[in-house]
């Protein structure tokens, strides 16, 4: 698998699928969820809303991963990664991994050759930057899956050098 990385907004980056961090309701209010809804339109959020109800919980369980529609966005899916627990807010590198996990796995049911990932949990649980990307390629490097290319998305320059970094260690 190829590793790259994409400095700008997710819904600019170059995948077939864009991958949301977002909180156990899939509300898509902030951070890429956000972006994601803005620019895909409320379909996406429709499509999220209706995980949720159908789910029969209120909160989905941390960890998981659901693709949904992506709206008006150029991508065959929107793949929606709860990367906080529901009842504290906070993540972790085992949380982080099963995000990953099973964005790959969605994106290999959708026959995705490449995916769009942002740093899980950094916004909304307020990770440490550096631990989610060492989970995440830790996660990425021990993948299953037949995505031939991720891209690591960050917003802010001084991200991507952090990134740059951790990547050739």
Not at 51 to 63: M, T
Not at 104 to 118: E, K, N
Not at 134 to 142: D, F, H, Q
């Amino acid at each position: 698998m190829r590793i790259t990385l994409f400095t700008g907004d997710i819904t600019d980056a170059p995948a077939e699928a864009i991958c949301t961090s977002t909180n156990a309701r899939l509300s898509l209010m902030m951070g890429t969820g956000g972006a994601v809804r803005e620019r895909g339109g409320f379909e996406v959020l429709r499509a999220c809303e209706k995980i949720v109800a159908e789910s029969g919980r209120g909160a989905l369980p941390a960890g998981t991963a659901y693709a949904t529609t992506a709206g008006s966005l150029p991508y065959k899916a929107a793949i929606h990664c709860i990367a906080s627990d529901p009842k504290t807010h906070l993540s972790s590198e085992a949380l982080i991994q099963r995000c990953v996990t099973n964005a790959l796995a969605r994106a290999d049911a959708l026959h995705c050759a490449s995916v769009a990932m942002p740093v899980f949990a950094t916004g909304h649980a307020r990770f440490k930057f550096e631990r989610a990307i060492e989970a995440m390629l830790a996660a990425l490097r021990a993948a299953a899956t037949q995505v031939e290319h991720v891209v690591i998305v960050v917003h802010e320059p001084r991200q991507a050098d952090d990134v740059r970094r951790i990547l050739a260690a």
